[in-house]
């Protein structure tokens, strides 16, 4: 009952604000005739100012509406370039660690090549020398009761003492 009579009252209430707007409204309007005569050419005028503006309006939002659009695209442009970007860092990022590891086994490779190279060496001048002893033992042998000895070519100094 006392919601139904809170209502009754609101709607009073609203009714009396209506009726005093719209007295305000006459009288407003009745004392713009008595200032400014006939409505006609001022309401006129007024129309047409106000369709100017409205049409300037129109004309601004429409071409905000076709920034916007524009902005729209350019920003879905740049998300999607963003995103390779952030592919392209990435497969950067993979490349250099790769690279890095290239070149530790580049390193790697040309330590045991070098080391491998000083093996070689060493074992080309021990088969030399092998090979010098050979043929100093095969001439003793086939030589063993000459008495001669061994010829040494200068500078050579011989490995096994006799």
Do not use: C
Request: aromatic content about 4%; charged content about 35%; hydrophobic content about 35%.
């Amino acid at each position: 009952e006392k919601i139904q009579a809170l209502n009754s009252q609101l709607k009073s209430f609203q009714e009396r604000m209506k009726r005093v707007e719209e007295s305000l409204l006459r009288t407003d309007y009745k004392k713009h005739i008595e200032e400014h005569g006939s409505p006609s050419p001022f309401w006129e005028q007024e129309l047409e100012s106000l369709h100017f503006v409205i049409e300037m309006k129109n004309e601004h939002i429409h071409s905000l509406d076709k920034k916007l659009l524009h902005l729209e695209t350019v920003e879905e442009r740049n998300l999607l370039l963003e995103e390779k970007v952030k592919t392209l860092q990435q497969e950067n990022e993979d490349l250099q660690v790769r690279t890095q590891n290239h070149l530790v086994m580049a390193r790697q490779l040309s330590e045991e090549l070098q080391a491998a190279r000083g093996a070689l060496e060493k074992e080309a001048q021990l088969l030399d020398q092998a090979r010098r002893e050979k043929e100093e033992l095969l001439y003793r042998v086939l030589n063993a009761g000459d008495g001669t000895p061994f010829p040494v070519a200068a500078g050579e100094v011989p490995l096994i003492a006799t």
